[in-house]
């Protein structure tokens, strides 16, 4: 499975939504405290890009010590319909400032220095130290695992389907389930949701005999687990 500290930097380098918590800003619309865009330096440190005159940068500017703590939250939502679609939540704590210079007019960007970091997901909830978050490479899949699923279950649903036959003796808990919908993929394999209502829900992983390094090797893998349901 992915270590908790990959699936946190992942989740940041994704394309998941993200607020800034604040103290003192419960009031600001989530909007007002939400990058344009995020990305992860050599050290660790998160790269966050605002608008010059956004209440983060204000806060930042104006900070004691020139160091805002504040709280990155990020939320994970699944790109098909499925009954509970939050997949999961991180949050990347640490002290916020201001990097000039590095922005086009009209923005700024912020340099987030991680202090702590957790996550709540589909695999369970961990802590992560900052010195694993900074070692920790994003899952090669991330860039394309919406695309990827939206095309699995809109082309191949009755091959998402078929998968439950390989699920042995749970496979009559899978068969009254009206839904079928692919929820996650990564390099270690796919998680597949059946659910017949909110309150009933049944979620298989089938895992990759070793895992995946690109979109090739997914499709291979892919395929392998379509016959082997097939069969």
């Known amino acids: 499975m992915p270590s908790a500290a990959e699936r946190t930097r992942t989740l940041v380098q994704s394309t998941c939504s993200a607020v800034l918590l604040i103290p003192g800003a419960e009031h600001l619309r989530p909007e007002q405290l939400t990058p344009e865009a995020r990305a992860v330096g050599p050290d660790g440190e998160v790269f966050l890009l605002l608008p010059a005159d956004a209440p983060p940068v204000r806060a930042a500017t104006h900070a004691q010590d020139d160091e805002l703590p504040v709280v990155l939250e990020l939320t994970d939502v699944a790109p098909v319909s499925v009954p509970h679609r939050i997949r999961g939540r991180a949050w990347v704590s640490g002290?916020?400032?201001?990097?000039?210079?590095?922005?086009?007019?009209?923005?700024?960007?912020?340099?987030?220095?991680?202090?702590?970091?957790?996550?709540?997901?589909?695999?369970?909830?961990?802590r992560v130290?900052?010195?694993?978050?900074?070692?920790?490479?994003?899952?090669?899949?991330?860039?394309?695992?919406?695309?990827?699923?939206?095309?699995?279950?809109?082309?191949?649903?009755?091959?998402?389907?078929?998968?439950?036959?390989?699920?042995g003796e749970r496979s009559a808990v899978v068969a009254p389930m009206r839904d079928v919908a692919?929820?996650?993929?990564?390099?270690f394999g796919l998680r597949i949701r059946f659910s017949s209502g909110p309150q009933r829900?049944?979620?298989?992983?089938?895992?990759?005999?070793?895992?995946?390094?690109?979109?090739?090797?997914?499709?291979?893998?892919?395929?392998?687990l379509f016959d082997a349901a097939r069969d």
Request: glycine share 8%; net charge negative; aromatic share 6%.
């Open 129 to 167: 130290e900052p010195k694993d978050f900074a070692a920790a490479t994003p899952d090669p899949l991330h860039t394309h695992e919406t695309e990827l699923l939206q095309h699995l279950h809109a082309a191949h649903g009755e091959h998402v389907r078929a998968l439950g036959g390989l699920l």
């Open 201 to 224: 829900c049944f979620d298989a992983r089938f895992d990759f005999p070793e895992p995946v390094r690109d979109v090739s090797g997914l499709r291979r893998e892919m395929h392998r």
């Open 182 to 187: 692919p929820l996650a993929l990564d390099r």
């Open 95 to 126: 002290w916020l400032t201001c990097v000039p210079g590095v922005a086009e007019p009209g923005r700024m960007m912020l340099r987030l220095e991680v202090g702590e970091a957790r996550v709540d997901d589909l695999w369970g909830t961990a």
